[in-house]
């Protein structure tokens, strides 16, 4: 069996950011179990765990495989979905990272790297940083917000280091799955058909390509980090000027069709990314780059027959 600190275990292991960050961490040398409803399909897993987080002995039968650290992506991560199903966001967002901290501290391993949000913060004119006051606006802000002060007691009361890396809105090609704006905006133009805009379109997000998000991880798991870590470009757009933006990238133009904003909709995303940066962190993929490669996935060139 490969020593305890060759061994990584990855919750969430076959969604967006995971399955990349599964080929990041054995392209490192580490060996990884991962964890997820869907099988990992990245290359060289022996290890796989098709379970639901939450169902009774699932956590505890990961944790046998004595893993040095925990990079935990499982979530429910649809702010839509858990102003419908409040409790389920619960159970999963907090009550499964409570068992997988109890199991972490039973077992050793005493290095915790979680996804979290800028959700947590709510809204505010506030450049959004780790000192930023919580105050979250929806249930699913509410339960990244409680999993983080989970962290943060079990680093305190038992020496662990649980890190928190709050992400911006991340994107790239392995997002085709997920219901997220930039997937919506890169489908419609390749439909030809209108992209819902919430409100007047004015709201600014700062949009991280998912090879960056990565770097965060694995610099929060080498650099031992405790705590919350911001990371994003420090570059906000606005979704109007994002549509825009599309429009060049894809030779399409791209109609709106404004509604009313949903209750819990943040006005505007913008982050100071200090600490991470003090760690070494540096996005290197630009916007019209990043949508470039997610659109050639959304819209792949055709081949002529022959």
């Not at 439909?191 to 700062?206: A, F, W």
């Amino acid at each position: 069996m490969p020593s305890k600190t060759s061994v990584a275990l990855v919750t969430g292991a076959a969604g967006f950011i995971g399955s990349a960050l599964v080929r990041a961490l054995r392209m490192s040398g580490l060996r990884v179990i991962a964890l997820d409803t869907q099988p990992c399909l990245a290359d060289g897993v022996e290890d796989v765990i098709v379970a639901d987080i939450t169902t009774a002995g699932v956590v505890e039968d990961a944790f046998r495989r004595e893993p040095a650290v925990v990079f935990h992506l499982a979530a429910r991560t649809s702010v839509l979905q858990s102003t419908k199903d409040p409790d389920g966001s619960y159970q999963v967002n907090v009550a499964a990272t409570q068992r997988l901290l109890e199991c972490a501290r039973q077992g050793g391993t005493r290095q915790i790297v979680m996804a979290s949000t800028n959700a947590v913060v709510g809204a505010t004119d506030e450049i959004i940083s780790e000192t930023t006051p919580l105050r979250p606006l929806t249930p699913y802000g509410a339960t990244k917000a409680a999993a983080e002060m989970l962290g943060s007691a079990y680093s305190s009361a038992y020496d662990m280091a649980v890190a928190a890396v709050r992400l911006t809105n991340v994107y790239g090609p392995g997002m085709l799955g997920k219901d997220t704006f930039v997937i919506r905006l890169l489908r419609a133009a390749a439909d030809g058909r209108p992209v819902t805009i919430y409100g007047d379109g004015l709201q600014e997000r700062d949009y991280l390509y998912v090879d960056d998000a990565l770097k965060a991880f694995l610099l929060a798991w080498r650099c031992e980090v405790s705590g919350p870590l911001t990371v994003g470009t420090e570059r906000s757009t606005s979704v109007l000027d994002l549509c825009q933006l599309a429009e060049r990238v894809t030779g399409q133009t791209i109609e709106m069709d404004h509604v009313a904003a949903p209750p819990g909709e943040m006005r505007a995303v913008r982050v100071d990314t200090a600490r991470a940066r003090s760690l070494g962190f540096r996005p290197t993929t630009g916007l019209s780059d990043g949508l470039a490669a997610t659109w050639t996935r959304v819209n792949p060139p055709r081949v002529p027959v022959a």
